[in-house]
């Protein structure tokens, strides 16, 4: 399974808003709707932040969002702050070649 | 409160075996897929391996299928990963994960323990 494809790096100030993009093929993003987004900190294990391309778990701030559009899926933060500043990686079900998950390759956010 | 914790890290020699086990609490194992995902150092996440609630369905990343077996044990609430033939390659650290709803929504981790593989 190749990974997704993701930007290395994103940078916004703060309260602005950004978007990560994730994308890959009709054989994962494009074919499902088992898509997530999470959100992880130096030293620390990855969180959860959206599910099933745009639902938010309980406890996840309004300001992170997600959607999907043809073979790409996207993470948009708004309001950002210096907390945001971590990796984000995506992840889909594929079926490329057998049942599995696939990860992207994660985005460094830098909030300036 | 959902807890998970992994062990069975630590250092072994390319073409060597070690079996990672995660304990977990606080919620209703037998009822969730489960997962374990690795991270290389200063590298990004990796899946490795699912299992279905009851144990009868697998799956494996290509990486590591026909090297990796994923099994648990329902009534012990705990996950394993049988890990055989490592190769540098598999040095990471390992984390397991709860699928929130069957459907890749990793909403629980471990601390993660780690594998390194040299000579």
């Known amino acids: 399974q190749s990974a997704l494809t993701q930007p290395a790096s994103v940078s916004g100030s703060p309260g602005q808003s950004i978007t990560i993009s994730c994308t890959g093929t009709?054989?994962?993003?494009?074919?499902?709707?088992?898509i997530s987004w999470y959100q992880q900190h130096p030293g620390k294990a990855p969180k959860l932040l959206i599910y099933d391309v745009r639902n938010r778990p309980s406890g996840v701030s309004d300001r992170f969002s997600g959607s999907k559009s043809g073979n790409t899926a996207s993470l948009s933060i708004s309001g950002l702050q210096a907390e945001d500043e971590a990796d984000y990686f995506c992840n889909s079900f594929t079926t490329s070649i057998t049942p599995a998950y696939v990860f992207g390759a994660g985005t460094k956010v830098t909030v300036l | 409160e959902v807890h998970l914790e992994e062990s069975g890290g630590g250092s072994v020699q390319p073409g060597g075996s070690q079996r990672l086990s995660c304990e977990v609490t606080g919620f209703t194992f037998s009822n969730y897929w489960m997962n374990w995902v690795r991270q290389a150092p200063g590298k990004g996440l990796e899946w490795v391996a699912n299992?279905?609630?009851?144990?009868?369905?697998?799956y494996y990343g290509d990486s590591v299928k026909g090297r990796f077996t994923i099994s648990r044990d329902n009534a012990k609430n705990s996950l394993s990963l049988q890990m055989n033939s490592l190769r540098a390659e598999d040095t990471a650290l390992y984390y397991c994960?709860?699928?929130?709803?069957?459907?890749?929504?990793?909403?629980?981790w471990g601390q993660g323990t780690l594998v390194t593989v040299s000579s």
């Open positions: 299992i279905k609630p009851d144990g009868s369905e697998t």
């Open positions: 994960a709860r699928d929130y709803n069957a459907s890749g929504s990793l909403d629980s």
């Open positions: 009709s054989s994962d993003i494009g074919g499902y709707d088992s």
